[in-house]
Each structure stands twice: as C-alpha cells, then as structure tokens.
C-alpha cells in the first residue's frame, strides 16, 4: 500500500517528466490516455485520489512546447470532465443508496449525503460548479447531485459551464506560466502548491464546522 502511494505521490509532483515520456512513447494516443485519467477523477466515485488540477496544469506545460495541440487538449478534456460528471450523477441517481448502506464504502454514509443536501439546498446548482475547483469534492458532488435526484437539466447546465470552466482555466494557466524558468525550475514546489492551495476551501469549511459546534 506504502509503495502504491510512494508511486502515486511521485507520478503527481513529477507529471510534466511522465507526460513528456508518454508523449514520446504513445504520441496522439496520450490524448486517450488524459481522457481516461480526467473521466475516472470526475467520473468514479471510488478514484477521488487521481490527479486533476495538477494533471490540466501539466498538460498546459506540455502543450505550450508543442508536445501537444493546445485547442484539443482542452476539448478533450472538457468532454472528459463533462461525460465525469453525467456518469457519476447516473450512478447515484440509480445506484446511490445502495452504496451509501454499504457497509464496505465507510466513507460514503448517510450523514454525508444529508450534508451536502442541505449544501445543495441553500446554493442550489453552482455546487455542481464551484465544486469543479476542489479535489475530492469534485468527485464526490456529481454523485450527491443524483442521490439527491437533482434536476438533471439544472445539472446538465452547470455541469457543462464548471466542466469548460475548469478545464480551460486551469489548462490555459499551466500554457502560460507553466514554462516560466522560475516555475519550470521549480514544477513539483509549483505542483504541490496547487494541490494545497486547491484544498484549501474544503479546510476552510471543515474548520468552520468545527467552530460552530464547539459554540
């Protein structure tokens, strides 16, 4: 397990060595490959742990030296992160309250749907988008949209707007700062800081839920 999170850690804070190899060895089929890894971050209630924010970043990077065509990078990733989050909106919509009973899924309970409900309640679909900018809750919101039977046409329209949002924000920044000899210099510092700084809000609300039941 140790060993599997060591790799997972070093394939993240090294993402721009890993996709020049794979653009050298695989050529046009990365694109598939970004796909894959995007749809399942989004997509998959069970792989909240896959890089997003730093993935869109790095793929900037590369695109900017021309490994790879900046325009289809971004609509292949769009269409990733847009058909993530239709099929994990499915997924709970059908299949979700079987798996929150589960008692093999521990970190999926009841408790936690009833909170992001009552989220959903008072901010209505922008947390479909907002949520686009948060690891883990980016996975896990789309899921709660369908456990809670969100209107899917109210879904489907932030759904479209957080999707392109994202991926063309966080895409274009890694384009055009991502190689900057400061930032080029210092890729994995560069990484982690988006990861933390990507955290942050999610720390921020768990802080303030703390407060507030100690009031």
């Given at each position: 397990?140790?060993?599997?999170?060591?790799?997972?850690l070093d394939?993240?804070l090294?993402?721009?060595r890993?996709l020049i190899?794979?653009?050298?060895?695989y050529?046009?089929?990365?694109?598939?490959f970004?796909?894959?890894?995007?749809?399942?971050e989004?997509?998959l209630?069970?792989?909240?742990?896959?890089?997003?924010d730093?993935?869109?970043f790095?793929t900037?990077a590369?695109a900017?030296l021309g490994s790879l065509?900046i325009?289809?990078t971004?609509?292949v990733?769009?269409?990733?992160?847009?058909?993530?989050d239709?099929?994990?909106y499915?997924i709970?919509?059908?299949?979700?309250q079987?798996i929150?009973d589960s008692p093999?899924i521990?970190?999926?309970?009841q408790?936690?749907?009833?909170?992001t409900?009552?989220?959903?309640?008072k901010?209505?679909g922008k947390?479909i988008?907002?949520a686009?900018f948060?690891?883990?809750?980016?996975t896990?919101?789309p899921?709660?949209a369908?456990?809670s039977?969100?209107?899917?046409?109210?879904?489907?329209s932030?759904?479209l707007?957080?999707?392109?949002l994202w991926v063309?924000?966080v895409?274009l920044?890694g384009?055009?700062?991502?190689?900057?000899?400061m930032v080029?210099?210092n890729?994995?510092?560069?990484?982690?800081?988006?990861?933390?700084?990507?955290?942050?809000p999610m720390l921020?609300?768990?802080?303030k839920s703390k407060?507030?039941k100690?009031?």
């Amino acid at each position: 397990m140790m060993s599997l999170l060591k790799a997972l850690l070093d394939f993240v804070l090294h993402l721009d060595r890993h996709l020049i190899n794979v653009v050298a060895q695989y050529g046009i089929v990365t694109y598939g490959f970004l796909f894959l890894i995007i749809f399942a971050e989004t997509g998959l209630v069970i792989t909240p742990f896959l890089p997003g924010d730093s993935l869109l970043f790095a793929t900037g990077a590369l695109a900017a030296l021309g490994s790879l065509n900046i325009f289809l990078t971004i609509i292949v990733l769009i269409i990733a992160a847009v058909l993530g989050d239709t099929v994990n909106y499915w997924i709970g919509h059908f299949f979700g309250q079987k798996i929150i009973d589960s008692p093999h899924i521990p970190f999926i309970n009841q408790g936690h749907i009833d909170k992001t409900q009552a989220f959903y309640a008072k901010h209505g679909g922008k947390t479909i988008l907002l949520a686009r900018f948060v690891p883990i809750i980016r996975t896990f919101a789309p899921f709660v949209a369908g456990v809670s039977k969100m209107d899917y046409t109210t879904f489907l329209s932030y759904n479209l707007l957080g999707g392109a949002l994202w991926v063309a924000v966080v895409t274009l920044a890694g384009f055009f700062f991502g190689n900057i000899p400061m930032v080029k210099e210092n890729f994995s510092i560069v990484i982690l800081a988006i990861v933390t700084i990507s955290f942050l809000p999610m720390l921020f609300e768990f802080v303030k839920s703390k407060l507030v039941k100690s009031e």
